[in-house]
């Protein structure tokens, strides 16, 4: 297995207070403490079964995510994860063949990645780095993917700037942002359920239109509205029991049709001028 490389930004002080800085510094501390998903384990963390426990949650809330990203369609090229977390995501796309590195501010995350690449025997780069500040010189990767860190960041625009500068012309760029104007959103209201780190230093969500001018200067982009009631796993008690037996079971006799734009996850497909 090739030797995974380890990069992190480092901040010099005698430049004096800087806000964002010390925004970054609060996000970066926040996931250093903080294992996305990590709750649902029932293995010892940095085992083979604790990762694929988390892959089977991970699949399991986001059905959709398989259906719209062919993990095997990157054979051979250069693909960038932005805020690859564990790296569930990013050990498909190597199995599939797509030379991959990694990216996230937490270092935890990182090194868990690392574990969890050695033990299913796929290679690829792993990076502690900020997103909003990559490493990478222009023109880098053929795919950028960023699922579930876009919300997340001090400044989603700079994040997708930077994606934007390192995808090649002809890339492609797959990026997943929270939608204001979604089912979730209601009925984490209505049932007073707090959403997975809702309490992170920054959370943000985006209506539609939104999203599309944040990606106005990609040649081609396409948004889809995805991710549909589900159980829970995380939440517990009466208010669990009552999304579960009676609201996930009603929402899905609706007509698609009828609910489709009101999807929890909007899901860009963008594409770099050639």
Not at 30 to 43: C, F, G, L, P, S
Not at 68 to 83: S, T
Not at 160 to 184: C, D, F, Q, T
């Amino acid at each position: 297995m090739s030797q995974f490389k380890y990069q992190e930004n480092l901040i010099d002080s005698s430049l004096g207070p800087n806000p964002e800085i010390d925004k970054i510094n609060l996000i970066r501390e926040y996931w250093n403490k903080n294992v996305h998903d990590v709750e649902i384990a029932h293995y010892p963390v940095g085992t083979k079964e604790f990762f694929d426990e988390l892959e089977e949650y991970h699949y399991e809330k986001l059905e959709y995510l398989p259906r719209i990203v062919d993990f095997k369609a990157y054979k051979g090229k250069k693909l960038l994860e932005v805020g690859s977390g564990l790296g569930i995501d990013l050990v498909r796309f190597a199995k599939g063949g797509a030379l991959v590195t990694g990216v996230d501010l937490a270092d935890p995350a990182i090194k868990l990645a690392k574990k969890n690449f050695e033990l299913h025997g796929v290679n690829g780069e792993l990076l502690v780095m900020n997103g909003e500040e990559l490493s990478f010189d222009v023109d880098s990767f053929d795919v950028v993917f960023a699922h579930g860190v876009l919300a997340y960041t001090s400044d989603a625009d700079l994040m997708i700037s930077e994606i934007y500068r390192v995808l090649k012309p002809g890339g492609e760029a797959i990026l997943m942002m929270y939608h204001r104007n979604s089912w979730l959103f209601f009925v984490a209201e209505l049932f007073g359920f707090k959403l997975g780190r809702e309490d992170a230093p920054v959370f943000k969500t985006y209506s539609i239109d939104e999203f599309q001018r944040m990606l106005e200067d990609f040649s081609h982009s396409e948004i889809l509205t995805v991710r549909f009631p589900v159980k829970t796993r995380i939440h517990k008690g009466l208010k669990a029991t009552i999304f579960n037996r009676l609201f996930v079971p009603f929402f899905n006799l609706i007509p698609e049709a009828m609910v489709r734009r009101f999807g929890a996850h909007l899901i860009a497909k963008a594409e770099k001028g050639k």
